[in-house]
T-cell receptor, first 112, second 110 residues
């Protein structure tokens, strides 16, 4: 079954404590991306990756890092989380940047 | 830069009412068009997509959308909504990347 798996689903952390949200897909997609969803703002792209070792900034990259060492995995790293990064995060993968995207279940992050 | 506008932020309907959600985009070239649905507490799922061909596309659960190139629009329709259609609906446009609208929250009362 085609799947994008994110972990954890829920996370509460304190300001400044580094965290990583994992994302894995089983569809051999080259393109993966991270979005944050905030009320009234829809989904905004944080970072994307066109292929292994190829990553680039999306619309709201500040405060985030990503890596793409393997095709299937695309972790999102918050080196020093702040309260304004409290949000719902989605990982997505697709065969290309403008194609049908498959989304993970989401990670609800709260930074206190 | 391409942008996507969804004009209705909140829509409340009674069951069996007809639905139309507006979506307009700014890019003038060839784009891929999508509608995604997010049920409460769940991730986004594809409702329907348009890449080329017949501008009237049918998706899952009785939804359809019409691409009108001259109006840069891709409105979502359903003739008769059900309580289970309560969700948030996102229009998305794909050119060099996917750009999402801000979403429309639909509440269907029984």
């Amino acid at each position: 079954e085609a799947q994008v798996t994110q972990n954890p689903r829920y996370l509460i952390t304190v300001t400044g404590k580094k965290l990583t949200v994992t994302c894995s897909q089983n569809m051999n997609h080259e393109y993966m991306s991270w979005y944050r969803q905030d009320p009234g703002l829809g989904l905004r792209q944080i970072y994307y990756s066109m292929n292994v070792e190829v990553t680039d900034k999306g619309d709201v990259p500040e405060g985030y890092k990503v890596s793409r060492k393997e095709k299937r995995n695309f972790p999102l790293i918050l080196e020093s989380p702040s309260p304004n990064q409290t949000s719902l995060y989605f990982c997505a993968s697709s065969s290309g940047p403008s194609g049908k995207a498959f989304f993970g279940q989401g990670t609800r992050l709260t930074v206190v | 830069a391409q942008s996507v506008s969804q004009h209705n932020h909140h829509v409340i309907l009674s069951e069996a009412a007809s639905l139309e959600l507006g979506c307009n985009y700014s890019y003038g070239g060839t784009v891929n068009l999508f509608w995604y649905v997010q049920y409460p507490g769940q991730h986004l799922q594809l409702l329907l997509k348009y890449f080329s061909g017949d501008p009237l596309v049918k998706g899952i659960k009785g939804f359809e959308a019409e691409f009108i190139k001259s109006k840069f629009s891709f409105n979502l329709r359903k003739p008769s909504v059900q309580w289970s259609d309560t969700a948030e609906y996102f229009c998305a446009v794909g050119f060099q990347k996917l750009v999402f609208g801000t979403g429309t929250r639909l509440l269907v009362s029984p």
